[in-house]
């Protein structure tokens, strides 16, 4: 596959049109584990950079404590590549335990992608950063809605369940189960 910034981006377009299709474009492309993590690696640096750059335009006050997490780009850039490679691992693990059957560098392979999605619409934030401010805010809820749109439908095509709707339920769940045992693990440091 030539992937040219032309055939990236008709890519994205085609998934955001079709997810599920688009989601068998990625997985038809049979990237091992490896190949998918290094463009796991390679899409959190450009987030990273992004995000760089929205400070740049407009930057935290320095009394935000988010001002902390972001203030080093490395740590911020493998900080991201292990809340993707886990929440990939997430997307395999618990869809195997219900009985999908996608594999672990196909997750890897779709999040990724969906991180690339969301970056073209971090572009698209930065430019309305600096054309008409408050609309980039409405762009930063627009991602999170894509971003749980394409998850959901990601997962429902890599591990070939039927219902979008357990699906969704199934995510929800195990996003609120991490974040509990996130807490408790932080609250009995």
């Known amino acids: 596959m030539n992937l040219t910034p032309e055939v990236l981006l008709s890519a994205a377009r085609y998934t955001l049109q079709n997810p599920r299709a688009g989601a068998r474009v ?9 190949q998918a993590l290094l463009a796991l690696v390679l899409i959190a640096v ?3 950079l992004l995000t760089a750059a929205s400070f740049l335009i407009a930057p935290l006050p320095p009394e935000a404590e988010v001002q902390m997490l972001f203030a080093n780009p490395l740590e911020l850039a493998l900080m991201q590549t292990v809340v993707l490679a886990f929440g990939a691992g997430l997307v395999h693990l618990v869809g ?3 009985g999908g059957r996608g594999t672990l560098a196909g997750a890897v392979s779709l999040i ?3 991180e690339f999605i969301l970056s073209l619409m971090q572009v698209v934030q930065i430019a309305a950063l600096l054309i008409f401010p408050p609309f980039a805010e409405v762009i930063g809820i627009m ?5 749980l749109w394409l998850l959901t439908q990601f997962v429902t095509e890599l591990h070939g369940f039927s219902s979008v709707w357990k699906v969704f339920g199934g995510i929800l769940a195990t996003v609120f189960t991490v974040s ?3 807490a408790v693990l932080l609250v009995s440091l």
């Open 96 to 98: 195997g335990k219900f």
């Open 26 to 34: 990625i997985l038809s492309l049979g990237l091992s584990t490896g």
């Open 180 to 182: 509990f045992g996130v």
């Open 46 to 48: 450009i987030s990273t």
């Open 143 to 147: 991602g999170l809605a894509v971003f």
């Open 112 to 114: 990724a992608w969906i």
